[in-house]
């Protein structure tokens, strides 16, 4: 499981430069590829787009949505060339001026605390059972079924991934990222939490906001004690978390360094 923090990439405005911040949160076993290959992709797309910015030119959410799709066709080639079923989930927050847009692939999950401290979804989970998954892989000839949790063709716990090319194959596992996107002046963010599903097992949304709120003076802002919590909760599985403190600036909200 891995956290990749990626800082500086210069954005050019009005003869000023300020820096469009972007956090990965990938899990599972291909991690790895993703860690290695996405961070830069991305980079290279967002200064391109920054030279270049015209009516044509993509949006933040669709350079997101083309390179993660990018990344998992080239990680399905090759896994698939050496029979490595392996897959990740993929959660990807970009920062600039007062935006921030967030990308989402399986069910690693991103939550905002608002100025009233009011808990915002970032992202939805992708899970076999919710309605609109499930009559996607119905469609495509695939089936549900609990072992555990509910599962895909009785094997992955969520709907959509990166890798898990047997599944791609079968066209009942996909790749396409939900994006959204946050006015951050409107929201005046104190801080967001983003995190693998061994989290939100052990803690609602509105629970984990409380929980780390009470804790932002600690030295990992409570990333470190919900980690601990949500253990001692007896969560099983990994649990990886990153908390990212907004601070108030004279052109909206920044993130912390």
Known sequence: MYITKKKNIMRKNCNSFSPVRLVLVVERAAADYVKAHLPESLRQ??????????????????????RILAVDRDMVDKLS????????TCLVALLSDRELTVANVGDSRGVLCDKDGNAVALSHDHKPYQLKERKRIKRAGGFISFNGSWRVQGILAMSRSLGDYP?????VVIPDPDVLTFDLDKLQPEFMILASDGLW????????????????????????????QSFYRGCPDNITVMVVKFKSGPVGSKAEE
Do not use: M, W
């Open 45 to 66: 797309q967002l200064l391109s787009y920054e030279r270049e910015k015209r009516e044509s030119v993509p949006s933040y959410p669709s350079i997101l949505e083309q």
């Open 81 to 88: 060339a050496n029979h490595d079923e392996a897959g990740t």
């Open 167 to 171: 599944l791609k194959n079968l066209n």
């Open 201 to 228: 097992d052990a803690f609602s949304n509105e629970e984990a906001v409380r929980f780390v709120r009470e804790r932002l003076d600690e030295p990992h802002y409570g990333a470190k004690s919900i980690v601990l």
